[in-house]
């Protein structure tokens, strides 16, 4: 896609439902109204559905739903995540391309995303459905000057950039579980998956994995799952455009990652607490064996982990397990 093409798109979402003139886009441009319909017409066969009224110009009605470098870029105003973007059209696990990629020198932002997964990754082993053409896969390599035991910071930094990109595409606010699941009235509609490689004494990258249910149906969930299970289009009804909620997740990121590196984690920590779903509430927490404890949701400390207050008052912390808000 050419950079006017880029520039046509920008101004078209930028007017929203309402209609943008030729004129308007001509001026923008510096091209002749001429030049703005030949644009348009090459717009169109690329599968976008412009409508043209001649009173009154042009509007997206829809966008084709393919996830490309060129769509994604489009939208993107990141100052590190993105500065390289790599799309597949199916892998086995974006997180492991990542991986391969940094090892090799990859630098900081640079982000795998794929339209399917083979092995899309869990935590602990566990498997990620990845169905082809509907949802947003993807990972970010990371290189932040920060300890290893910090390093957990960073999946709430990526829940509250989900949270946030589906919040300003759908209106809806999404409720963040501890430590790493994005629900929708319960239900769970991402999953973020960080690995990382480390010395003692510092970090060499964290990749952040992020899986987002957009487009997927019903009958693609696999029937086995351990939580109930969502997605954007279950939820609305309406199917969205999945570069379009990349590049909004990816912006949210960047913010998020830039103000991190300046202030530290405060400003996340009150963000995701703000967004968890167990404020004021009183939470069970179980190893997955007998052990099970329980008491009221306390917030999260610095290194991530879950505070619990007991009916004794000591405040016990949670690195992991299973947690039921009562
Ligand atoms: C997670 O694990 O939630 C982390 C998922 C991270 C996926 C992304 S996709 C891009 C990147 N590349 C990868 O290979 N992985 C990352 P966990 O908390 O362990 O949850 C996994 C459990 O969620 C499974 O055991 C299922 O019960 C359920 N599950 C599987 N696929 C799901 C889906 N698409 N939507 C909702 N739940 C699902």
Sequence with gaps: MSDMQTTILRLLRATKDAFISGEQISHELNISRTAVWKQISRLRQAGYDIRAISSRGYRLVTSPDTLSPTLISAELSTTTIGSTLVVNDETISTNSDAMRLAEQGAAEGTTVCADSQQGGKGRLGRVWASPPRVNLYCSIILRPQIMPYQAPQLTFLSAVAVAQAIEITTGISPEIKWPNDVLIKGRK????????????????????????????????????????????????????????????????????????????????????????????????????????????????????????????????????GDVRVL
């Design 189 to 320: 509609i991402a999953g973020l998956l960080n690995e990382m490689s480390a010395e003692t004494d510092g970090i060499n990258f964290v990749i952040l994995g992020i899986g987002i249910n957009l487009n997927m149906t019903r009958e693609q969930f696999p029937p086995d799952l351990r939580t109930p299970a969502t997605s954007l289009l279950l939820e609305t009804g309406e199917p969205v455009v999945r570069s379009h909620v990349a590049a909004v997740m990816l912006n949210q990121l960047d913010h998020l990652y830039n103000q991190f590196l300046r202030l530290g984690f405060e400003p996340v920590r009150a963000e995701w607490q703000a967004r968890c779903n167990a404020n004021g509430r009183r939470v069970e927490v179980s190893d997955g064996g007998q052990e099970r404890i329980s008491g009221l949701f306390a917030g999260i400390d610095d290194n991530g982990a879950m505070l619990v207050e007991l009916d004794n008052g000591k405040i016990e912390r949670i690195y992991s």
